[in-house]
């Protein structure tokens, strides 16, 4: 059994999906995309070392049929289209350290060496096959799963074929036994549960040996020593998590600059394609003699107005309509909305405009925006615009806030760890609300009327203060935009890249100017 490995350094290495050249762009990219900046945000602020991957798929026969159709080349296609998907990282504020595309030769030519040493290790092989394949999806399907959606591609909704090809085939049933112990032992490696189990449930019908190239089309990587077989499009694009850091060459600068970023510390994609990263890809790792990732997360999906997203329905919330939502509510409150009411877990999520605009007033206007500017408003009423002194004194309120703040803190970073974006957001937003609760149970704004109540004002403010600026530490990497407008506001400085020390209680100094802010506006959705 090849060794599991836990997260045990300070690096950090998080991928996306690599998104097919052929479709345009669309919520769920932006989604998967903007979920794994949120982690290596935090992982960054953190202090960790964090390289966080994403790019293009774009090889395949759906690419070479679409170029056919416009009179372009498939690389003509792949540019242009990839270059769309690289557009989203600027748009949407994303901070990925590399953004691969299939069709670099750097990748190319470590995916034919891959390939070629699988070929000298026997685990491929040239073979005959025969199986139900799903056109559309390039994929086959075993019998089994075939009768299940009754011979049809349960997304094109069009016949499953009966093909038969010589090729190459990857030995996947060498490795039933190994990947079963794997899950075994592991039983945080795929996640969710609910999808954990489902794949055990599949692995437990047999694994057949993998088909891993075409003979139909040309547009792909060749096999080595057999050009006329072009390699699987998804061994090719599974292979982007590994070719990137240089693992299958030894001598280039991404192998010097990254090699150690591998194993993964988590892989996230969507459901639909988590039997290629929870099965066939440990498969692969393992043939290679490579670690394995620490997690495979695989996400549900959002729908749109309570309805399934299609091509053929055309409610895809498309990159025109998210950038409606930005451009009227910001960046950051899609990048909120997005982590926290997001189709993280098992079950799918709703993306409305009621629901978007109702987050958005509620939790950053009514609670994050009006406490800042209602601690901020009071400050430079009450304390000449400075942070005031905590003499410890405090009447009411009752909250012990340095325990508080600190198991807050110590629970949003524990869930951003295990991936639970919503619940390290909701610990950085309960000590809001504790704050916008503290104000109105200790009324420093009737206190004040009372000189002799100063010092306990200036108490009641500085603790309100603080609070805020470790809640703020907390939620930078959802929305670091607003982040840094409070940071400017209140003079922070900033983020240290030590999280937890920055998040201790007492870092605000008496006599920082704070200004007042309004972070978030009101939107009228008349
Ligand atoms: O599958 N909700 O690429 P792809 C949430 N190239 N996320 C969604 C979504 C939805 N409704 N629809 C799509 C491919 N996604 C392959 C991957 S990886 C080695 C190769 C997201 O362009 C989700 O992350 O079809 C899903 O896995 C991905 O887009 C599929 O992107």
């Known amino acids: 059994m090849l060794p599991f490995a836990p997260v045990t350094t300070s690096k950090r290495y998080i991928t996306t999906p690599i998104y097919y050249v052929n479709d345009r762009p669309h919520i769920g990219h932006v989604y998967t995309t903007t979920i794994c900046d949120v982690w290596a945000r935090f992982q960054r602020l953190a202090g960790h070392d964090v390289f966080f991957l994403t790019g293009t798929d774009e090889h395949g026969q759906k690419v070479e049929q679409s170029a056919e159709a416009r009179g372009v080349t498939p690389q003509a296609l792949a540019d242009e289209n990839s270059a769309e998907f690289r557009r989203i990282m600027g748009m949407f504020n994303l901070t990925n350290d590399e953004f691969i595309r299939t069709t670099d030769p750097r990748h190319e030519q470590q995916v034919q060496s891959v390939v070629k040493r699988l070929m000298d290790s026997g685990d491929v092989y040239l073979g005959t096959f025969e199986g139900w394949y799903d056109a559309g999806q390039e994929e086959y399907y075993t019998e089994n799963k075939a009768r299940e959606v009754e011979y049809r591609s349960p997304i094109s909704g069009k016949p499953l074929e009966r093909a038969t090809e010589e090729n190459y085939y990857f030995k996947l049933s060498a490795y039933e036994d190994r990947l079963k112990s794997m899950f075994d032992q592991n ?82 994609l969507g459901k639909e394609i988590l039997w290629f990263h929870a099965v066939i890809w440990p498969a692969i790792l393992m043939a290679l003699e490579l670690p394995l990732p620490s997690c495979i997360y695989a996400h549900s999906f959002w729908i749109s107005e309570g309805q399934k997203m299609s091509k053929s329905l055309g409610n895809f919330i498309d990159l025109e309509q998210l950038q409606n939502y930005t451009d009227t509510y910001g960046s950051d409150a899609l990048r909120y909305f997005l982590s926290t009411q997001g189709p993280l877990g098992a079950t799918d999520s709703d993306f409305s405009k009621s629901q978007f605009h109702e987050t958005y007033t509620t939790d950053l206007v009514n609670t994050l925006g009006n406490c800042a500017s209602r601690t901020s408003a009071m400050i430079g009423k009450y304390c000449d615009g400075l942070c005031p002194t905590d003499t410890g004194e405090c009447a009411g309120g009752g909250v012990e806030w340095v325990e508080f703040t600190t198991s807050q803190v110590e629970t949003s970073m524990a869930a951003m760890d295990q991936f639970d974006l919503a619940g390290s957001i909701n610990a950085a937003m309960a000590i809001v609300r504790r704050v916008d609760a503290f104000i109105n149970d200790t009324e420093p704004f009737k206190l004040a009327k009372d000189p002799a109540a100063s010092a306990t004002v200036g108490n009641i403010l500085y603790r309100c203060a603080e609070a805020i600026r470790i809640a703020a530490c907390l939620l930078e990497a959802t929305m670091p935009q607003k982040i840094q407008e409070l940071r400017d506001a209140w003079h922070l400085g900033e983020a240290t890249g030590d999280l937890r020390t920055e998040c201790h209680w007492g870092r605000l100094e008496a006599g920082t100017a704070i200004d007042k802010v309004a972070l978030f506006p009101r939107v009228d959705v008349s």
């Open 187 to 268: 039983p945080d490696l795929v996640r969710p549960d609910a999808r954990r189990n489902e794949v055990l449930g599949r692995l437990r019908e047999g694994l057949m040996d993998v088909p891993i190239s075409r003979t139909n089309f040309k547009w792909g990587i060749g096999v080595p020593d057999a050009p006329e077989h072009v390699i699987y499009v998804w061994i090719d694009a599974l292979l982007n998590y590994i070719t990137a850091l240089g693992l299958a060459d030894k001598d280039s600068d991404w192998y010097a600059e990254r090699q150690e970023y591998w194993p993964a510390s988590i892989q996230v």
